[in-house]
């Protein structure tokens, strides 16, 4: 069973991440034209349109698609729950949920940032998933430049933002788990 709940946890969680990239695409103001976002598009459009129609935008905030990535969070405990024999409660579903999407966040930071930091040792800049990942992580590593300029040539605005991320994340999650 090990197998299945791997499968099932990696299947979901990856597309919850795809899910969270196409806020942050919208938020950031990346290129839509870019083949790499036209992927996450098309990969979320068929649920994203019609939710569309029933639940608007929240000050630039794609409430739709966020409100689906919580569903598909809900649903990735649902299967589990299903093929473990588990009970299924919807305050605990809606709880969890809550917290498989802030999880996926992080995740989702972390893992833009080490693809930006790949990027930039092998690729030679002509990359569209490159172009995406600079144009996400730009806004989280600017700020920091301000602060601590890249020393001879070397650039540690990635490392604290990682070790923020990682504090955040670990005091985000305490929090969360004295609430609930």
């Known amino acids: 069973m090990n197998s299945i709940n791997f499968l099932i946890n990696t299947i979901f969680d990856i597309y919850i991440m795809v899910i969270l990239i196409r806020v942050w695409l ?3 103001r990346a290129d839509f034209y870019n083949p790499f976002s036209q992927f996450i598009v098309k990969a979320t459009q068929p649920i994203v349109a019609p939710l569309r129609r029933f ?3 929240l ?5 739709a698609t ?6 598909m969070a809900s649903l990735k405990i649902v299967a589990l729950s299903l093929i473990f ?12 949920s809550l917290f498989i999407v802030i999880q996926s966040v ?3 930071i972390f893992w833009v940032l080490i693809l930006r930091a790949i990027f930039s040792w092998i690729s030679k800049g002509n990359n569209p998933v490159e172009a995406v990942m600079i144009q996400l ?3 989280l590593l600017a700020p920091i430049r301000r602060f601590i300029p890249p020393i001879g040539g070397l650039d540690l605005s990635m490392v604290v933002v990682l070790f923020a991320l990682q504090f955040v994340e670990i005091f985000v999650n305490d929090l969360l788990s004295q609430l609930f």
């Open 66 to 71: 966020i409100l689906f990535a919580f569903i």
């Open 85 to 96: 024999n588990s009970a299924i409660h919807i305050i605990p579903i809606l709880i969890s």
């Open 106 to 108: 992080f995740k989702l």
């Open 137 to 139: 992580s730009e806004p």
């Open 59 to 63: 000050k630039g905030w794609d409430c």
């Open 55 to 57: 639940i608007p935008s």
């Open 26 to 28: 919208q938020v950031a």
